[in-house]
């Protein structure tokens, strides 16, 4: 059973900066590709980042391209996700997920899933 660990969010306002990391252990060897989800009160959980561990193939969410960057460490268990010009928008519970397919948008098509941590982007 895969385990996933992470750290990172808090408050921060808008425009700043945050960074997530994700460790994965337990039976790794299984996952390929490690990403990010957030839930917001009331809305539904929607993706944010995936990166493959085996050649590091990335896709974003639209609403985070050019302000998030996922990437993965040489050990292939670690991902973070470096989050940049926040907006109150991006303020949610997020999620670090391990799917043994390919990066996909879809959350049901990940196995395994960290608790979440919460970001709060004040205005």
């Known amino acids: 059973q895969v385990q996933l660990a992470e750290s990172g969010g808090g408050l921060v306002q808008a425009g700043g900066s945050l960074r997530h990391s994700c460790v994965a252990s337990?039976?790794?060897?299984?996952?390929?590709?490690m990403g990010w989800f957030r839930q917001a009160p009331g809305k539904e959980r929607e993706f944010v980042a995936a990166?493959?561990?085996?050649?590091?193939?990335?896709g974003y969410a639209d609403s985070v391209k050019g302000r998030f960057t996922i990437s993965r460490g040489n050990a292939k268990n670690t991902v973070w996700l470096q989050m940049n010009s926040l907006k109150p928008e991006d303020t949610a519970v997020y999620y670090c997920?391990?799917?043994?397919?390919?990066?996909?948008?879809?959350?049901?098509?990940?196995?395994?899933w960290g608790q979440g941590t919460q970001v709060t982007v004040s205005s």
């Open positions: 997920a391990a799917s043994v397919g390919t990066v996909s948008f879809r959350s049901g098509l990940y196995d395994f």
């Open positions: 990166i493959t561990q085996s050649d590091g193939v990335t």
């Open positions: 337990g039976g790794t060897f299984s996952t390929n590709t």
